[in-house]
């Protein structure tokens, strides 16, 4: 399916397959259930891809196995799932890691405080370890994109992956904002994995009331009401740093290397997925 290379010419990018050098815990509740949930992250052989394990059910974090892409995105297989994964996955994309089995005692990823950085700290705390394996590429070869309405995802050739993404929500606080990211793990932590997740406070209570974002809270979610923010920002443009945080996290559903450049207009996950979808076919040719 994929086009194995030399990666002479990926010189940003960490070229072997990678895992974690051991096992650990992450513990909290999810957002969308409310559910606390544990789970125990291992370190996996070369090939594995990222694995979460539940009630005996193996579900590989690939897009052959996503089942909703409704406000986060959840992965299933014989009636199990798996909610929010994308912040722990975007992690694990910007670090390189290919290889984990995540044991999963609840529905849904803990949000912590709504970013990726508790899961980029506990990654890089556990250490991560080259496997020697050559990662498999996904080469763009030539421009595509995929739109649902006005939102659009384009991908391009590059020498190596890099990702950018802009929003515009018409909002006197979340207009038009745009951010880039150069597949480097330090510029990861620092401009992207600290970006929370966002809602506009009309939506959010409208969710409440329907029983759903039973976790969220002010501690885990940048809340944005018409005449500012309820809780501080972390960045000016941290709605854009999330968008690009949650882009990174669903490419990491191709279980590849991506040579190539991605370029998302106001993104959803179902976007993204179908991003994904087309670009391996393409990349199968
Ligand atoms: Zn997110």
Redesign the pocket.
């Known amino acids: 399916m994929f086009r194995t290379e030399k990666l002479t010419d990926m010189e940003n990018r960490i070229k072997t397959q990678k895992t974690v050098n051991k096992s650990f815990v992450l513990e909290g509740t999810g957002i969308h259930t409310g559910q606390k949930c544990r789970m125990e992250i291992h370190p996996a052989p070369v090939g594995t891809g990222i694995v979460f394990l539940k009630n005996g059910v193996e579900i590989k974090a690939g897009v052959e196995n996503v089942v909703s892409c409704t406000r986060?995105t959840t992965i299933g297989k014989d009636g199990v799932v798996v909610n929010?994964i994308?912040?722990l996955l975007s992690a694990c994309h910007a670090f390189g890691i290919d290889n984990l089995k995540v044991e999963a005692s609840g529905d849904e990823m803990p949000i912590y405080d709504?970013s990726a950085l508790p899961f980029a700290k506990a990654l890089q705390d556990a250490g991560i370890s080259c496997q020697g394996i050559e990662k498999q590429i996904a080469e763009i070869r030539e421009s595509f994109f995929v739109k649902d309405g006005d939102s659009m995802v384009l991908g391009m050739p590059a020498d190596n992956f890099s990702a950018a993404c802009t929003t515009d929500y018409n909002h006197p606080f979340a207009g038009v904002q745009s951010a880039f990211f150069g597949d480097n793990p330090d510029d990861y932590i620092k401009n992207v994995a600290p970006a929370r997740?966002f809602g506009f406070y009309e939506e959010v209570k409208a969710l409440i009331e329907r029983s759903l974002a039973l976790g969220g809270s002010l501690d885990n979610a940048l809340i944005i009401k018409q005449d500012g923010y309820m809780n501080p920002p972390r960045f000016p443009d941290e709605i854009v740093r999330?968008k690009l945080?949650?882009l990174i996290?669903d490419l990491a559903l191709a279980n590849a290397c991506i040579k190539g450049h991605v370029y998302a207009v106001k993104p959803s996950h179902k976007l993204n997925v179908k991003f994904v979808e087309t670009m391996l076919s393409k990349c199968s040719l």
């Open positions: 986060c929010t994308e912040h709504g997740t999330h945080l949650d996290g």
